[in-house]
C-alpha cells in the first residue's frame, strides 16, 4: 500500500532528528571556517568582467561609474572567435551591437561580382553594429583570435537613453570614426599605391593601442591580400612597394605580421605625396 505523505515524513523522523544534532555539532566550526575567509574575497565576488577587461581604457565603457558597469556586464555575451569565424553577416537581422575586448576584425562588403571591399580592421576597444538600419550593411570576420562583449540593441540602446555618459562617449567615437572614414576616401581617391601604403604603415599602430611595441614597430594580423583589399590594390602591388620600402631603407620586414619602420621621416613624406 502506498504511503501518504504524513506517513511517510512519520518514517523519516528519526533521520531526520539525528542529521539536525550532526549539523548543529558542526555548527561553531562552519562559523570559524566562514570567519577565516581571506580578507576582500566578497569584493571580489562583486567584481564583473567589464571591471577587469583589458579594453575597457580603449572602449566606450570608460566613460561609465561602477553601477552603470556593473548593469552593462549583465547584458553582455562574451563571444570567443577563431580566425575565419564570422561575427557579423551583411544582410542578417541587425539585433546586436558588438565590443571588441582583444584580437582584430576585418570589416567589408562583397561587390556583386564577389570582389571584396575591406573598409576597415578593429581592435580592442573597438565598437561595431550601433549605427545600422534593420539588417547589417557590412560582414564582420576575426583575422585572429577574437574576445568581444556582444549585446541586443534594444537593450543597449535604453542603456544609452539612462546613461549620459555612454550617449557621450559614443558620439565622441562616432565623430572619430566619421574623420576616419574622409580620411579612407581621401587616401582612395587621390592618393597613389605608394602612397596609400605608406600611409597605411604609419597609421595602423594608433588603430590598436591595446598591443604597444617597441617606437616605430608596426604589428599587421592581416594579410596582404586583405591590405590590398582595404587599400584598393592588387596583392602583387602591395608586395611589390614593400619591396621597395624595404630596399630603399624605409623599413624592415622582421616577419609576415611585424614590420619596422627604419625612417619615420622619409616614409612620412612618400605618403604625403613629397617625394
Known sequence: M????????????????????????????????????????????????????GARPLSVCASMDDADLARL????EHLTLNVGDTLIRADDPARYVFNITSGSVRVYRLLSDGRRQITGFLFAGDFLGLATGETYAFSAEAIEPVTACRFRKSEYRALIRETPALETALLERATHELAAAQNQMLLLGRKTALER??????????????????????????TRAEI??????????????????????????????????ERPEALRAVADGET
Do not use: W
Not at 502506498?2 to 566550526?29: F, N, W, Y
Not at 556586464?73 to 553582455?76: G, R, T, Y
Not at 584598393?232 to 619596422?260: A, D, F, N, P, W
Open 2 to 53: 502506498a504511503q501518504t505523505p504524513g506517513a511517510a515524513l512519520i518514517s523519516l523522523k528519526p533521520e531526520i532528528v539525528d542529521l539536525r544534532h550532526r549539523l548543529e555539532g558542526k555548527e561553531d566550526r562552519s562559523v570559524l571556517e566562514l570567519k577565516a575567509l581571506p580578507t576582500g574575497c566578497a569584493d571580489r565576488r562583486r567584481d564583473n568582467a567589464c571591471a577587469a577587461c
Open 73 to 76: 556586464d549583465a547584458l553582455a
Open 197 to 222: 601604403v605608406a600611409t597605411f604603415l604609419l597609421e595602423m599602430p594608433s588603430h590598436d593601442p591595446a598591443r604597444p611595441g617597441p617606437q616605430g614597430r608596426v604589428h599587421l594580423p592581416m
Open 228 to 261: 590590398a583589399d582595404y587599400l584598393g590594390l592588387t596583392i602583387e602591388t602591395v608586395s611589390r612597394i614593400l619591396t621597395r620600402l624595404k630596399t630603399q631603407g624605409l623599413i624592415r620586414l622582421v616577419s609576415l605580421t611585424e614590420i619596422r619602420i
